[in-house]
């Protein structure tokens, strides 16, 4: 996204997705044509769905994390990195 940012501002919208994702390209256009031409501070994008979901804090597991690190007994809601809208 630094490339992004770097470069001017001629498009309303950004789209990151990951290479292993499929873009539904018309449907997308779709759903962003509902945004009006002001639209400011957007968002598109999924955001997680585990309520009380925990850190993992023993063992050897690919997402552990130290309780230094994260202090918190559960995760906040967060957004899935695979693939995002933002307003530019």
Same mark, same amino acid.
């Given at each position: 996204l630094a490339s992004v940012a770097a470069a001017p501002r001629k498009a309303r919208f950004i789209l +990151? $997705? =990951?290479? =292993? @994702?499929? @873009?539904? @390209?018309? $449907? *997308?256009? $779709?759903? *962003? $044509?509902?945004? %009006? %031409?002001?639209?400011t501070k957007v968002y598109l994008g999924l955001i997680s769905e585990f309520a009380h979901a925990k850190p993992v @804090? &023993?063992?050897?597991?690919?997402?552990?994390? =130290? +309780? &230094? &690190?994260?202090?918190? +007994?559960?995760w906040p809601p967060y957004h899935y990195g695979f693939g995002y809208v933002l307003s530019s």
């Open positions: +990151k $997705a =990951d290479d =292993d @994702v499929f @873009v539904n @390209v018309p $449907a *997308l256009l $779709a759903r *962003l $044509a509902l945004f %009006p %031409p002001n639209a @804090v &023993e063992g050897t597991h690919k997402w552990k994390i =130290d +309780k &230094e &690190e994260y202090s918190h +007994k559960y």
